[in-house]
Structure formats: C-alpha cells, structure tokens
C-alpha cells in the first residue's frame, strides 16, 4: 500500500521524485527544450519552481551557447 499524501513516508514509496533536496510536483509549464515543475524544498519547506531542461534536444539542435 503506498501513500501519496503522507508525510512521514520514504520518497520511493510516496510516488515523488525527490532532486538533491527538493521533492518535485506537478508540473507548471512545458515547452521545446524544458519544463518547469512545482518542487518544495525538503530542509526549509520552502515553495520554488524548477526548470529542467532537456539535454539531448539541447545537444542535437546545438543550442549549448544559450
């Protein structure tokens, strides 16, 4: 039985992904080469947005410089 809800659950069994310190959401935005997901900072609780971008779209239309 896995919780989503829960806070006092591991991140493998809550259904979040958790990056460094932060457990990712939902996500807020979606574009070509990124997309920006709703995260909340795990040490301070601490609302952010987070960009993620793609790296092999990124490589293979050699937009490296931007």
């Not at 959401?25 to 709703?38: D, P, Q, S, Y």
């Amino acid at each position: 039985m896995t919780s989503r809800s829960g806070n006092g659950g591991h991140a493998a069994n809550s259904g979040k992904t958790r990056v460094g310190k932060y457990d990712l959401g939902r996500t807020l935005g979606e574009g070509t080469f990124a997309k920006v997901k709703f995260a909340k900072n795990t040490v301070t609780g601490d609302n952010v947005a987070i960009k993620i971008l793609d790296k092999e779209k990124i490589l293979k239309h050699k937009m490296i410089d931007q």
